[in-house]
Protein backbone atom coordinates (compact mmCIF):
# COMPACT_ATOMS: atom_id res chain seq x y z
CA UNK A 1 0.00 0.00 0.00
CA UNK A 2 1.41 3.26 -0.69
CA UNK A 3 3.15 5.63 2.03
CA UNK A 4 3.22 1.79 3.74
CA UNK A 5 6.60 1.27 5.76
CA UNK A 6 8.72 -1.93 4.53
CA UNK A 7 8.57 -4.42 7.05
CA UNK A 8 12.05 -6.77 7.19
CA UNK A 9 13.43 -8.90 10.17
CA UNK A 10 17.19 -9.38 11.44
CA UNK A 11 18.06 -12.51 12.89
CA UNK A 12 20.44 -12.61 15.76
CA UNK A 13 19.72 -9.00 15.79
CA UNK A 14 21.74 -8.67 19.31
CA UNK A 15 25.11 -9.61 18.00
CA UNK A 16 27.77 -7.67 16.91
CA UNK A 17 27.17 -6.94 13.43
CA UNK A 18 23.29 -7.72 13.34
CA UNK A 19 22.94 -4.32 15.70
CA UNK A 20 24.15 -2.51 13.31
CA UNK A 21 22.06 -3.52 10.47
CA UNK A 22 19.07 -3.16 12.65
CA UNK A 23 20.35 0.20 13.28
CA UNK A 24 20.89 1.06 9.43
CA UNK A 25 17.50 -0.17 8.06
CA UNK A 26 15.58 2.08 11.37
CA UNK A 27 17.23 4.64 9.68
CA UNK A 28 16.18 3.82 6.70
CA UNK A 29 12.35 3.67 7.85
CA UNK A 30 11.92 0.11 7.91
CA UNK A 31 9.99 -1.80 10.18
CA UNK A 32 12.01 -3.91 11.94
CA UNK A 33 11.82 -7.59 13.91
CA UNK A 34 14.94 -8.57 15.44
CA UNK A 35 15.34 -12.37 16.70
CA UNK A 36 17.20 -12.78 19.91
CA UNK A 37 17.80 -15.88 22.02
CA UNK A 38 16.78 -14.43 25.06
CA UNK A 39 14.86 -10.95 25.09
CA UNK A 40 14.58 -9.07 28.32
CA UNK A 41 18.75 -9.48 28.81
CA UNK A 42 20.10 -6.15 29.64
CA UNK A 43 22.89 -6.79 26.70
CA UNK A 44 20.07 -5.76 24.51
CA UNK A 45 19.25 -2.33 26.01
CA UNK A 46 21.48 -0.78 23.29
CA UNK A 47 18.56 -1.26 21.20
CA UNK A 48 16.68 1.46 23.57
CA UNK A 49 19.17 4.11 22.34
CA UNK A 50 18.34 3.40 18.52
CA UNK A 51 16.30 6.45 16.85
CA UNK A 52 13.12 5.20 15.90
CA UNK A 53 13.84 1.96 17.96
CA UNK A 54 10.98 2.65 19.99
CA UNK A 55 7.87 2.96 17.52
CA UNK A 56 9.59 0.46 14.58
CA UNK A 57 11.74 -1.77 16.41
CA UNK A 58 9.98 -5.39 17.84
CA UNK A 59 12.03 -8.13 19.52
CA UNK A 60 10.96 -11.79 18.86
CA UNK A 61 12.43 -14.66 21.27
CA UNK A 62 13.88 -16.99 18.52
CA UNK A 63 16.25 -19.94 18.31
CA UNK A 64 17.82 -21.30 14.82
CA UNK A 65 16.30 -24.46 15.87
CA UNK A 66 12.85 -23.80 16.83
CA UNK A 67 11.27 -23.66 12.85
CA UNK A 68 8.24 -22.07 14.52
CA UNK A 69 9.64 -19.24 16.45
CA UNK A 70 11.14 -18.26 13.10
CA UNK A 71 8.23 -18.43 11.10
CA UNK A 72 6.44 -16.26 13.82
CA UNK A 73 9.28 -13.78 13.94
CA UNK A 74 8.84 -13.63 10.08
CA UNK A 75 5.21 -13.02 8.87
CA UNK A 76 4.60 -9.78 7.60
CA UNK A 77 8.46 -9.40 6.10
CA UNK A 78 8.96 -8.89 3.29
CA UNK A 79 12.95 -8.81 3.62
CA UNK A 80 14.66 -11.20 5.96
CA UNK A 81 18.46 -10.57 6.82
CA UNK A 82 19.76 -13.63 8.13
CA UNK A 83 22.93 -12.91 10.22
CA UNK A 84 22.60 -15.51 13.09
CA UNK A 85 25.21 -18.12 12.94
CA UNK A 86 27.86 -19.47 15.67
CA UNK A 87 30.79 -17.71 16.03
CA UNK A 88 33.01 -19.86 18.02
CA UNK A 89 36.22 -18.40 19.71
CA UNK A 90 37.39 -21.48 21.71
CA UNK A 91 37.61 -24.68 21.00
CA UNK A 92 34.00 -26.45 20.75
CA UNK A 93 33.52 -29.77 22.10
CA UNK A 94 31.00 -31.33 20.18
CA UNK A 95 31.17 -29.41 16.70
CA UNK A 96 28.04 -30.96 15.66
CA UNK A 97 25.64 -29.43 17.96
CA UNK A 98 27.47 -26.08 18.84
CA UNK A 99 28.53 -24.89 15.24
CA UNK A 100 27.07 -26.89 12.38
CA UNK A 101 23.55 -27.86 13.29
CA UNK A 102 22.29 -24.63 14.22
CA UNK A 103 24.38 -22.71 11.37
CA UNK A 104 23.60 -25.12 8.40
CA UNK A 105 20.18 -26.69 9.79
CA UNK A 106 19.13 -23.25 10.84
CA UNK A 107 19.70 -21.75 7.80
CA UNK A 108 17.95 -24.19 6.20
CA UNK A 109 14.88 -23.43 8.95
CA UNK A 110 15.22 -19.87 8.38
CA UNK A 111 14.96 -20.48 4.61
CA UNK A 112 11.49 -22.69 5.01
CA UNK A 113 10.13 -20.20 7.67
CA UNK A 114 10.31 -17.53 5.18
CA UNK A 115 8.99 -19.47 2.52
CA UNK A 116 5.98 -20.23 4.23
CA UNK A 117 5.18 -16.57 5.50
CA UNK A 118 5.59 -15.50 2.08
CA UNK A 119 9.08 -13.37 2.50
CA UNK A 120 10.34 -12.00 -0.93
CA UNK A 121 14.04 -11.72 -0.76
CA UNK A 122 16.30 -13.38 2.18
CA UNK A 123 19.92 -12.05 2.44
CA UNK A 124 22.27 -14.70 4.15
CA UNK A 125 25.30 -13.69 5.76
CA UNK A 126 27.93 -16.08 5.08
CA UNK A 127 31.82 -15.40 5.24
CA UNK A 128 34.93 -15.71 3.04
CA UNK A 129 35.24 -19.26 5.47
CA UNK A 130 33.53 -20.36 2.61
CA UNK A 131 35.49 -19.09 -0.09
CA UNK A 132 39.58 -19.06 1.08
CA UNK A 133 40.30 -22.49 1.72
CA UNK A 134 40.39 -23.66 -1.69
CA UNK A 135 43.57 -25.99 -2.47
CA UNK A 136 42.85 -26.14 -6.63
CA UNK A 137 42.43 -22.32 -6.85
CA UNK A 138 45.62 -21.23 -8.66
CA UNK A 139 48.15 -19.22 -6.81
CA UNK A 140 48.61 -15.83 -7.08
CA UNK A 141 45.25 -15.85 -8.75
CA UNK A 142 42.81 -13.20 -7.04
CA UNK A 143 39.92 -14.98 -5.20
CA UNK A 144 36.40 -14.27 -6.80
CA UNK A 145 32.66 -15.21 -5.87
CA UNK A 146 33.66 -18.22 -8.61
CA UNK A 147 36.24 -19.82 -5.28
CA UNK A 148 34.47 -21.93 -2.56
CA UNK A 149 35.91 -23.96 0.12
CA UNK A 150 36.17 -27.11 -0.75
CA UNK A 151 34.63 -29.14 2.14
CA UNK A 152 36.89 -32.60 1.83
CA UNK A 153 40.20 -30.43 2.58
CA UNK A 154 38.56 -28.06 5.39
CA UNK A 155 37.76 -31.53 6.69
CA UNK A 156 41.14 -32.38 7.03
CA UNK A 157 42.58 -28.91 8.50
CA UNK A 158 44.20 -29.29 11.60
CA UNK A 159 42.75 -26.47 13.23
CA UNK A 160 39.44 -26.04 15.71
CA UNK A 161 38.34 -23.38 13.36
CA UNK A 162 37.66 -25.86 10.58
CA UNK A 163 34.00 -26.12 12.36
CA UNK A 164 33.17 -22.82 11.61
CA UNK A 165 34.73 -23.02 8.03
CA UNK A 166 32.58 -26.12 7.26
CA UNK A 167 29.57 -24.75 9.03
CA UNK A 168 29.79 -21.54 6.74
CA UNK A 169 30.21 -23.18 3.35
CA UNK A 170 27.53 -25.70 3.62
CA UNK A 171 25.17 -23.42 5.38
CA UNK A 172 26.20 -20.85 2.52
CA UNK A 173 25.91 -23.18 -0.88
CA UNK A 174 22.48 -25.02 0.77
CA UNK A 175 21.19 -21.68 1.02
CA UNK A 176 21.47 -21.19 -2.77
CA UNK A 177 20.75 -24.33 -3.78
CA UNK A 178 17.26 -23.61 -1.47
CA UNK A 179 16.58 -20.69 -3.64
CA UNK A 180 17.17 -22.24 -7.22
CA UNK A 181 14.60 -25.09 -6.07
CA UNK A 182 11.97 -23.34 -4.30
CA UNK A 183 11.75 -19.74 -6.15
CA UNK A 184 12.74 -18.00 -2.87
CA UNK A 185 15.29 -14.85 -3.81
CA UNK A 186 18.17 -15.68 -1.87
CA UNK A 187 21.42 -13.76 -2.04
CA UNK A 188 24.51 -14.72 -0.14
CA UNK A 189 27.14 -11.94 1.66
CA UNK A 190 30.60 -13.14 2.38
CA UNK A 191 32.30 -10.95 4.97
CA UNK A 192 36.13 -10.43 5.43
CA UNK A 193 37.04 -10.42 9.62
CA UNK A 194 34.45 -7.59 10.99
CA UNK A 195 35.91 -4.75 12.52
CA UNK A 196 34.62 -1.52 14.15
CA UNK A 197 32.81 0.14 17.33
CA UNK A 198 30.07 -2.06 18.98
CA UNK A 199 26.84 -1.17 20.02
CA UNK A 200 26.27 -3.29 22.16
CA UNK A 201 27.38 -2.72 25.61
CA UNK A 202 29.96 -5.32 25.99
CA UNK A 203 31.50 -6.87 23.39
CA UNK A 204 31.54 -10.88 21.77
CA UNK A 205 33.53 -13.26 20.43
CA UNK A 206 34.56 -11.58 17.56
CA UNK A 207 34.12 -7.97 18.25
CA UNK A 208 36.38 -8.55 21.20
CA UNK A 209 38.98 -9.63 18.39
CA UNK A 210 41.21 -5.84 18.30
CA UNK A 211 40.83 -5.05 22.21
CA UNK A 212 41.90 -8.52 22.60
CA UNK A 213 44.97 -7.68 20.13
CA UNK A 214 45.90 -4.43 21.59
CA UNK A 215 45.75 -5.90 25.05
CA UNK A 216 48.41 -8.05 24.16
CA UNK A 217 50.56 -5.80 21.44
CA UNK A 218 49.48 -8.31 18.77
CA UNK A 219 52.37 -10.48 20.17
CA UNK A 220 49.97 -14.02 20.36
CA UNK A 221 47.16 -12.33 18.43
CA UNK A 222 46.83 -15.26 15.54
CA UNK A 223 45.71 -13.20 12.92
CA UNK A 224 49.10 -12.04 11.33
CA UNK A 225 47.72 -11.25 7.96
CA UNK A 226 43.97 -8.99 8.19
CA UNK A 227 41.64 -9.15 5.47
CA UNK A 228 39.16 -6.59 7.37
CA UNK A 229 35.65 -4.80 6.55
CA UNK A 230 34.25 -2.19 8.67
CA UNK A 231 31.27 -3.23 10.88
CA UNK A 232 29.39 -0.54 9.37
CA UNK A 233 30.17 -0.85 5.51
CA UNK A 234 29.01 -4.41 6.02
CA UNK A 235 25.58 -3.59 7.11
CA UNK A 236 25.71 -0.94 3.91
CA UNK A 237 26.77 -3.94 1.73
CA UNK A 238 23.66 -6.16 3.17
CA UNK A 239 20.92 -3.25 2.52
CA UNK A 240 22.16 -2.56 -0.72
CA UNK A 241 22.16 -6.43 -1.95
CA UNK A 242 18.80 -6.82 -0.39
CA UNK A 243 18.18 -3.60 -3.05
CA UNK A 244 19.75 -4.08 -6.07
CA UNK A 245 21.11 -7.57 -6.38
CA UNK A 246 19.90 -10.14 -8.54
CA UNK A 247 18.52 -13.13 -6.84
CA UNK A 248 20.68 -16.43 -6.64
CA UNK A 249 24.24 -13.75 -6.35
CA UNK A 250 26.79 -14.13 -3.80
CA UNK A 251 28.82 -11.39 -2.99
CA UNK A 252 32.30 -11.03 -1.30
CA UNK A 253 32.52 -8.43 1.40
CA UNK A 254 36.16 -7.23 1.67
CA UNK A 255 37.68 -3.60 2.08
CA UNK A 256 41.84 -4.07 3.43
CA UNK A 257 44.32 -6.74 3.19
CA UNK A 258 47.45 -5.87 5.21
CA UNK A 259 49.85 -7.05 7.04
CA UNK A 260 50.02 -7.29 10.97
CA UNK A 261 53.27 -4.93 11.53
CA UNK A 262 52.12 -2.69 8.62
CA UNK A 263 48.67 -2.11 10.87
CA UNK A 264 50.72 -1.33 13.89
CA UNK A 265 53.71 0.56 12.12
CA UNK A 266 51.45 2.96 9.86
CA UNK A 267 48.38 3.28 12.14
CA UNK A 268 48.46 2.23 15.45
CA UNK A 269 51.87 3.47 17.18
CA UNK A 270 50.94 6.87 15.57
CA UNK A 271 47.61 6.95 16.90
CA UNK A 272 48.26 4.89 20.08
CA UNK A 273 52.25 4.99 20.92
CA UNK A 274 51.53 4.15 24.17
CA UNK A 275 50.83 0.73 24.07
CA UNK A 276 53.39 -1.88 24.23
CA UNK A 277 53.36 -3.58 20.68
CA UNK A 278 54.99 -6.86 19.80
CA UNK A 279 58.39 -5.94 18.12
CA UNK A 280 58.20 -9.42 16.15
CA UNK A 281 55.44 -8.69 14.24
CA UNK A 282 55.54 -10.26 11.18
CA UNK A 283 53.42 -12.29 8.30
CA UNK A 284 54.57 -15.14 5.88
CA UNK A 285 53.76 -14.39 1.97
CA UNK A 286 51.35 -17.84 2.44
CA UNK A 287 49.28 -16.04 5.01
CA UNK A 288 48.30 -13.07 2.67
CA UNK A 289 44.72 -13.73 0.69
CA UNK A 290 43.87 -11.67 -2.53
CA UNK A 291 40.20 -11.54 -2.48
CA UNK A 292 38.30 -9.20 -4.58
CA UNK A 293 35.16 -7.24 -3.81
CA UNK A 294 34.73 -5.94 -7.30
CA UNK A 295 31.28 -7.36 -7.62
CA UNK A 296 30.13 -5.41 -4.85
CA UNK A 297 31.82 -2.19 -5.47
CA UNK A 298 29.70 -2.89 -9.20
CA UNK A 299 26.60 -2.35 -7.28
CA UNK A 300 27.54 1.07 -5.79
CA UNK A 301 28.91 -0.44 -2.56
CA UNK A 302 31.77 1.70 -1.56
CA UNK A 303 34.38 1.75 2.23
CA UNK A 304 35.97 3.63 4.55
CA UNK A 305 39.90 4.24 4.93
CA UNK A 306 40.96 1.88 7.47
CA UNK A 307 42.42 4.18 9.79
CA UNK A 308 38.54 5.31 10.65
CA UNK A 309 37.72 1.89 11.38
CA UNK A 310 40.55 1.26 13.58
CA UNK A 311 40.08 4.70 15.06
CA UNK A 312 36.78 4.56 15.52
CA UNK A 313 37.59 0.63 16.79
CA UNK A 314 39.96 1.84 19.60
CA UNK A 315 38.22 5.00 20.81
CA UNK A 316 34.65 3.26 21.39
CA UNK A 317 37.01 0.26 23.13
CA UNK A 318 38.28 3.32 25.58
CA UNK A 319 34.95 4.70 26.24
CA UNK A 320 33.97 1.42 27.35
CA UNK A 321 36.31 0.83 29.64
CA UNK A 322 38.03 -2.56 27.73
CA UNK A 323 41.76 -1.11 27.80
CA UNK A 324 42.61 0.12 31.06
N1 LIG B 1 32.76 -11.10 13.01
C1 LIG B 1 33.40 -11.46 11.93
O1 LIG B 1 34.59 -11.17 11.76
C2 LIG B 1 32.66 -12.20 10.85
C3 LIG B 1 33.34 -12.43 9.63
C4 LIG B 1 32.66 -13.11 8.61
C5 LIG B 1 31.34 -13.51 8.78
N2 LIG B 1 30.72 -13.28 9.97
C6 LIG B 1 29.33 -13.72 10.12
O2 LIG B 1 28.56 -12.58 10.51
C7 LIG B 1 27.46 -13.01 11.31
C8 LIG B 1 27.42 -12.22 12.59
O3 LIG B 1 28.62 -12.43 13.30
P1 LIG B 1 29.04 -11.49 14.53
O4 LIG B 1 30.46 -11.23 14.35
O5 LIG B 1 28.11 -10.37 14.67
O6 LIG B 1 28.89 -12.53 15.73
P2 LIG B 1 28.14 -12.43 17.14
O7 LIG B 1 28.22 -11.08 17.70
O8 LIG B 1 28.68 -13.58 17.92
O9 LIG B 1 26.64 -12.72 16.73
C9 LIG B 1 26.19 -14.00 16.42
C10 LIG B 1 24.70 -13.99 16.59
O10 LIG B 1 24.19 -15.29 16.25
C11 LIG B 1 23.23 -15.63 17.22
N3 LIG B 1 23.09 -17.09 17.34
C12 LIG B 1 24.06 -18.00 17.47
N4 LIG B 1 23.51 -19.23 17.57
C13 LIG B 1 22.16 -19.07 17.51
C14 LIG B 1 21.05 -19.94 17.58
N5 LIG B 1 21.18 -21.26 17.73
N6 LIG B 1 19.81 -19.41 17.49
C15 LIG B 1 19.63 -18.07 17.35
N7 LIG B 1 20.64 -17.20 17.29
C16 LIG B 1 21.89 -17.70 17.37
C17 LIG B 1 23.73 -15.02 18.51
O11 LIG B 1 22.64 -14.87 19.39
P3 LIG B 1 22.80 -14.66 20.97
O12 LIG B 1 23.01 -13.18 21.14
O13 LIG B 1 21.53 -15.15 21.51
O14 LIG B 1 24.00 -15.48 21.40
C18 LIG B 1 24.26 -13.69 18.01
O15 LIG B 1 23.23 -12.75 17.93
C19 LIG B 1 27.63 -14.51 11.49
O16 LIG B 1 26.84 -15.17 10.52
C20 LIG B 1 29.12 -14.74 11.20
O17 LIG B 1 29.36 -16.05 10.75
C21 LIG B 1 31.35 -12.63 11.01
Known sequence: MAGEKEKVCVTGAGGFAASWVVKLLLSQDYLV???????GDSKFDHFNKLEKASENLKLFKADL???????????GCRGVFHVASPVPITTVTNPEAEVLEPAVKGT?????ACLEANVKRVVVVSSIAAVVKNPNWPNNQVKDESCWSDPEYVESMNTAK???YLSKTQAESEALEFGKRS?????????????????LSTFTSSSGLLPRGLKGGFGSFGYNYWTVVDVRD???????TYKK???GERYICTSHA??????????????????NYSDKLSHTEEEEEKLSSEKLQRLGWTYRPLEETLIDSIENCRKIGVLE
Open 33 to 39: HGTVRQP
Open 65 to 75: LDYESLRSAFL
Open 108 to 112: LNVLK
Open 162 to 164: KWY
Open 183 to 199: GLEVVTVCPSTILGPVL
Open 234 to 240: FAEALLL
Open 245 to 247: SEA
Open 258 to 275: IGVEEVVEKYLKIAYPNY
